[in-house]
């Protein structure tokens, strides 16, 4: 049997997720009443279930996020929620909390999101007996680990293809709470790693002024699709909940005709995992929407900088270099890319970002907003793209039809069409019409064909139509329209009927958990999900982070990003070009925000502790 792959896409809500269909996803991800992890993006459950409606169309699965962590007053009303969006036909949960699978649940499937720590093959094969039908990965592993993952268990595994990057481990920051009680396990993250800091060594010296030395690029590996899948992959991710309409559909577009391109080609082992095709009405294109520049993070293993320091919001699509200021005017290389309206950044001989507004692109000339001081040969990016915005963000930019054949014959009382979909679906319908030999007895069947293609803004194409008729009848047009668009009313109550919604029943297990004792980064927040460890062997159980948390000494991030390295001053990787060592500890500081640096290099790590924390510095 080929193995499907699909596209995953994020739905801030139901027209972004109506969107991401139309463009070509597989499956949609969006957050239902209550417990997401994006709390500015929740969903009624009427929304939910308009979504379903259209996506199962498609035959594309819809995925509701409850990844938060949950409290022990908020169990049963998270047990309620599960069935209401059981009863209108969502595919699956994406879940964080393990007192979730000791709920009293419906056969709903449950897919581990990456926010449980997905990052070792043996906790990943203890979900996987304890009923998890998929895990979404971390976005820190290699393609070594992944492989090793994948023989380990087979659960379906679910990886992170584009969008921007935790750079914490997920699930595991806790800046957020202990700056403000913001909790990121409980959808409020304050992104205090997009902010400024201040690098200062163990002697008391500033190293580095006002950078965004926590800030990284934004994700991408569409081009390791075929390693991914070979390692194990079977649906690949697009990060964003809370992004536009014009990002979803090009993220969406381009992955699409990616993922085409590699199924086509392997068209005996892979097969896509929903209906239809998709056509386009611009190129997309990574860069044209909101991007930080793009890294493949930790996929091939550790070997280049990855961090975004000059600022964390959108660097955009590079354009050229600025030749020279002319009167009150700009001379950029490809300049003639450029509209009015865009927006523009480069960054200042203070390594800090600034932006203008294009008032005026003429002749590769750009007559900004407000005339800025720009030295020569600095690199000029566009940030708003306004004739790429505006083309992608009409409803037709993105059109998904299904495949039909129509055949067209006679019956006893009159006349049949029958409508076979790509995917075996038959819609048949009848018209009890008198039976009349055209004019000069000749046929008209090609003008019942033209007729019979007009889709419209139905979801079909008529890819093949046969007409067979004993004699050539005549029949007005409008009783041909009359039958097509019954025909495909039909065949889509027929498609939705017949959907296949896969369920699973969770039961409980005792099967043991890879460790005997866990700490606060498990995020065990109730007494219910203590209860599933204990069950499971599990001896010595750390409250969550938001329950026990000690002011001015806790860890709040571990990260696989290390601010050593990118000052190249990693004695592993930059052993002959160290030079001076690092005085320790390393501070990073933002107003009153201070915190220690620890690193620790066997496993190649980072830890970021408060100001107040004390631990014993390792010899590198």
């Known amino acids: 049997m080929k193995k499907k792959i699909e596209i995953l896409a994020p739905a801030k809500d139901l027209l972004h997720g109506i969107a991401a269909i139309n463009a070509g996803a597989d499956a949609v991800y969006i957050g239902a009443p209550q417990f997401g992890a994006r709390s500015n993006a929740h969903n009624s459950i009427e929304d939910v279930e308009a979504l379903v409606q259209y996506a199962h169309l498609y035959y594309v699965q819809v995925f509701v996020v409850i990844n938060t962590i949950l409290y022990d007053n908020e169990l049963e009303t998270c047990r309620q929620l599960i069935w209401k969006l059981y009863d209108i036909g969502v595919d699956a949960l994406i879940i964080q909390d393990m007192a979730i699978l000791e709920l009293e649940l419906p056969p709903i ?193 550790r070997y280049q900088s990855i961090g975004s320091w000059e600022s964390p919001k959108s660097k955009g699509q590079y354009i050229g270099k600025l030749i020279r200021t002319v009167g009150n005017s700009y001379e950029i290389e490809n300049g003639h890319l450029l509209n009015n309206g865009d927006g523009l950044c480069f960054i200042n001989e203070h390594n800090e970002a600034e932006g203008i507004y294009v008032n005026r692109a003429e002749n590769g000339f750009v007559y900004p907003n407000v005339l800025k001081e720009i030295k020569e040969s600095t690199f000029i990016y566009r940030n708003n793209d306004a004739a790429f915005i505006k083309l992608v963000e009409r ?168 601010i050593k390295y990118e000052l190249e001053k990693c004695p592993k990787y930059h052993k002959e070009t160290l030079g001076v060592k690092l005085k320790e500890p390393l501070v990073l500081k933002q107003g009153e925000l201070e915190y220690k640096l620890k690193f620790n290099c066997k496993p190649c790590e980072m830890e970021i502790w408060e100001k107040d924390a004390e631990f014993e510095i390792e010899e590198d």
């Not at 993250?189 to 190293?207: M, V």
């Not at 991007?291 to 293993?301: H, Q």
């Not at 075996?424 to 064909?449: Q, R």
Request: proline share 2%; charged share 25%; hydrophobic share 35%.
């Open 109 to 301: 499937v449950l897919h581990a999101s990456t926010q449980a720590n997905n990052r070792d093959a043996d906790k990943i094969k203890f979900l996987a007996d304890a009923g998890i039908q998929r895990v979404v990965l971390a976005r820190e592993l290699n393609l070594h680990q992944i492989k090793e993952i994948h023989e380990t268990t087979d659960v379906e595994l679910e990886f992170f293809v584009t969008g921007a990057l935790c750079v914490s481990f997920s699930g595991n920051c806790y800046m957020s709470v202990a700056n403000g009680e913001r909790s990121a396990n409980r959808g409020s993250c304050a992104q205090n790693c997009r902010l400024p800091y201040n690098l200062i060594d163990g002697h008391g010296e500033t190293l580095i002024k006002n950078s965004h030395l926590l800030s990284i690029k934004d994700f991408d590996v569409t081009n390791q699709i075929p390693n991914l899948i070979e390692a194990g992959i079977s649906s690949f991710k697009i990060e964003g909940r809370l992004k536009d309409m014009v990002y979803v559909k090009n993220n969406v577009s381009f992955l699409r005709k990616k993922l085409d391109t590699f199924l086509e080609e392997n068209k005996d082992n892979y097969c896509k995992a929903s209906s239809g095709t998709c056509t386009y009405s611009f190129e997309s294109s990574l860069d044209r929407t909101f991007n930080r520049g793009y890294t493949d993070y930790f996929v091939n293993e």
């Open 395 to 562: 409803e037709d930019s993105a059109v998904r039809k299904i495949a039909t054949s129509l055949f067209l014959t006679e019956n006893e009382n009159g006349f049949q069409l029958t409508a076979t979909d790509e995917d075996g679906n038959v819609s048949t319908v009848t018209l009890e019409h008198a039976k009349e030999l055209t004019k000069n007895n000749e046929s008209i069947a090609e003008n019942f064909k033209t007729n019979l293609a007009k889709t419209g803004f139905t979801p079909y194409t008529a890819n093949e139509i046969t007409i067979h008729f004993s004699q050539n009848w005549f029949l007005p047009i409008s009783k041909i329209n009359e039958m097509r668009r019954a025909v495909y009313e039909k065949l889509s109550e027929i498609r939705v009927v017949n959907y296949a919604r896969k369920e699973f029943q969770i039961e409980k297990t005792s099967h043991p958990y890879p460790e005997k004792k866990l700490d606060f980064t498990y995020n065990v927040s109730n007494k219910v999900a203590r209860k599933f460890y204990e069950r499971h062997g599990v001896t010595e159980i750390e409250k969550a982070f938001e329950l026990q948390w000690d002011p001015g000494k806790s860890r709040v991030m571990t990260t696989k990003y290390c």
